[in-house]
Structure formats: C-alpha cells, structure tokens
C-alpha cells in the first residue's frame, strides 16, 4: 500500500500549492472579514454572500484554467483522468489549507461530477464543457422531503407527454439550487421497474426559472452553508435530450455519482484531521495552566495521541481500499462487486467517525476557544458532524457492509 503520494502526481502537488498561493490566499484575504464572521459570510436571506459566491466561482474558473478543477474526470471529457488512488493525495493537499475558499479548488457536488460521463456526445459541448471547465456550477437533485436515503421513496415524476418529457415535484436539502446553471435531476419515468425506474434529467436553469422551474426556501444549516435549499418542478417540460444517459438508467449514474461522494471524503477527511491534529498540539504547547504547558498532562497527551490514532487508521484503510477498488476496474463503473461496494462503504463510514471524534477533542482541548462559532476548529466541527448523514449515513454504511457479508434483514 502506498503511504505516500506517486511521484506521477508530484508536479500536480506543487501546482496546487502555487495557485493557492496566487488565487485563493489573495481573495481570503480580501474577504476576511466575512470567512471569519457568519454573519458577514451570509447576507440577508440566509444564502451565501454575493462577494464570496463570487469569489468561489472565479477560482472555480481560474482552477479549470489550471487544469485542476476536473482532475478526476477521465480525459476525453476534458478531465485530468486522476484514478481515485491519485485524487486521495491531491484532495488531500487542497484541503490542507483549512475551511476557507481552498474547497473551490476542486469540483465537487455543484461542478463537474461523474454524471457528466454518461452524457452523450452531442450533449458535451453544450452540458459537459462548461462544467468541466468550472465556467459554470450545477446542482444534483435526489433527496426529496420524504426521501433521503432510500431512492424508492421518492415521488417526483417524469411522465412523457407528446413529444416532451413532463416533471413534477419538490427536492429538498440541494446543494447550490439558487446559483447553479444547470440543474441536474433524478425523477421516477418507469414506476415499479425496481432499479430501472429511475431516469436524470439535465435543464437550463436560467431559461425554465419560473417557467416549471420554482426556488423554495434557504435551509440554515447547521454550518451556515448558504448553499442548501429546496425547488419546486410544476410542469416542467424538457425535451429528450434532456435526458443524461438512457431512460431508466437513472438509479446506477445516481449510485456512480454518489459513490464519488463517499471515496471523496478520505482526502478531506484526512486534511481536515490533520489540519486539526496540527492546531491542537501547538495548542496544547503553548497554553499554559498552572505554570506548565497544558500539553505536560497525560490526560490531555492521550486525546491528543486517540487524534493521531483515528487520522492514521482511517486514512490507511482509505487507501487500501481504494487501491483495491481501482484493481477490479475503473472506479466510476456502474457494476460493482460486494467487495468494492463494502470498501466504499467502510471509506465514508470510517472517515465520517473518525473525523468527527477528531473535530470533538480537538473544541474539547481547545476549551473556550473551541466552542467560538466562527473559529476554524468550530466550523471544521460542524462540518464533521454534517457529514455523518449525506451521501447516506452511517447507519446505511453499516447496514451496507453487513449486507455484503451476505446478512439480510428477517423477511428479506
């Protein structure tokens, strides 16, 4: 298992770092004031602030300039064509910098995501190009009030009509719904046809707003995003090339996006503990209680070392699994096996625990100024506990792996 990054992506390595250097420290600087202040970092609806969103979008596109921003898309799309192996070290080293603009760096949920490669080619120039080259952002559209993560639960229809594709229904907790250029939508087209039930749908967001296309409310997260929201489809009419892949194909480019989702987080995951690992034992060093250094404490030596113990564990089961994810095909097919379907799992399963038990004892030794909402060590906390339920929670990660396992539910 290799530790290390491969000296293939070291010069990729060295490029991030100088254009963090000449794009995104500049502009955090510029904004300080508002990365640093909740209040400031929102404006008056609860959304993201026009000037930060502004700031996210311009490293976005100067990132796909670079030739950073899709490093994990194959190359005839227009990606980088990174396997997951690669990416770990390169999300690694972006999330390095901490919880400011550096995440625009690299394409996530509201960018260029793997839905992109079931895209035909007479749809790439129009769909694909600009995503990939961060030029414009998008939104995935699944979870639904009463469908999380369970995608049969979900309610929203697709019903052809003539010649025109018809969508009805009402997505919850979305990433970017209000910025987003295009919208990217799961719908139910063939009900009762189990996994093939399922088909994705692209639109234009700009030319059906208001026209079938309808912004609900802003949700105050718990990590004040000003990302998350819901919308409405009233009639939305698309025409078949709307659709992303095959009618019915939906549910497996859903799972191949998802999946993404949750191999991503150990990279970020691993950044973000060691970011915090780094914080508290300069910390522990330099806070002194009783004339001695707050570190000198075995009680305190031990957080720190079950820190250290979680970020290394986790972060080698990452790559272990991913490497042998990788050894059964590329990581963004559709069929898997029980084997790579449970190292996905244990990937977010284990990232999403240790991080979070990380984030806790890091506010925890930090004290007073741990529980200060608009510190770097609260907000990476919050984080930490959001992701512990998109992308499917740790209880799904659990019941996943034991199913793999070949462990069913009674009745089943």
């Known amino acids: 298992m290799d530790i290390k990054p491969p000296a293939r992506i070291a010069p990729i390595l060295e490029q991030i770092e100088r254009f963090h250097a000449a794009e995104v420290r500049p502009r955090e600087d510029k904004l300080r004031h508002r990365l640093e202040n909740h209040r400031e970092y929102l404006d008056a609806d609860g959304r993201l602030h ?21 490093l994990h898309l194959p190359q005839e799309i227009g990606g980088g064509g990174l396997t997951r192996h ?24 509201d960018g260029a995501t793997p839905r992109l490669m079931f895209c035909r080619e007479e749809q790439r120039a129009r769909w694909v190009a600009p995503l990939v080259a961060g030029e414009k952002t998008c939104f995935n559209a699944v979870t639904e009030p009463g469908a999380g993560s369970n995608l ?38 063939d009900p009762g046809k189990g ?25 105050k997260t718990m990590f004040d995003d000003g990302l998350t929201g819901e919308f409405f489809l009233e009639d939305l009419a698309l025409d078949d090339d709307a659709i992303i892949g095959e009618r019915g194909g939906g549910f497996q480019i859903a799972m191949a996006s998802i999946n993404w989702t949750r191999m991503r ?8 503990s060691k970011y915090l690992i780094d914080r508290t034992v300069e910390r522990m060093r330099s806070r002194d209680v009783g004339g001695r250094p707050l ?4 009680g305190v030596q031990w957080m720190v070392a079950d820190m250290v113990l979680d970020w290394a564990q986790a972060r080698a089961l990452s790559l272990a699994c991913l490497q042998a994810f990788e050894a ?54 919050q984080i930490a506990r959001n992701l512990r339920i998109p ?20 009745g089943e």
């Open 295 to 298: 570190g000198s404490n075995q």
């Open 391 to 410: 992308g499917g929670t740790d209880e799904v990660q659990r019941t996943t792996i034991a199913e793999t396992l070949g462990l069913r539910s009674r």
């Open 328 to 381: 059964s095909g590329p990581w963004w097919g559709t069929r898997r096996s029980p084997e790579d379907i449970r190292n996905i799992a244990l990937i977010k399963l284990s990232n999403d625990e240790s991080f979070f038990r990380v984030a806790d004892r890091a506010v925890q030794l930090h004290g007073g100024a741990g529980i200060m909402k608009d510190t770097t060590i609260n907000k990476l906390f």
């Open 86 to 109: 690669e990416m770990f070290f390169v999300e690694e080293k972006v999330y390095s910098y901490g919880v400011g603009l550096n995440p625009a760096m690299l394409a996530w949920t």
């Open 50 to 70: 026009p000037e930060v969103q502004a700031a996210r979008r311009e490293i976005m596109r100067a990132a796909g300039r670079e030739g950073i921003f899709s």
């Open 195 to 219: 996994a093939h039930s399922f088909t994705y749908f692209q639109f234009d967001t700009a030319a059906h707003l208001g026209r079938g296309f309808r912004h609900g409310r802003v949700y």
């Open 265 to 272: 987080r150990a990279g970020m995951c691993s950044a973000w």
């Open 152 to 189: 049969f639960d979900m309610k929203t229809t697709a019903v052809k009509k003539a010649e025109r594709w018809v969508l009805n229904g009402h997505k919850s907790l979305i990433t970017n719904p209000f910025e987003a250029d295009v919208g990217h939508v799961l719908a139910v087209t």
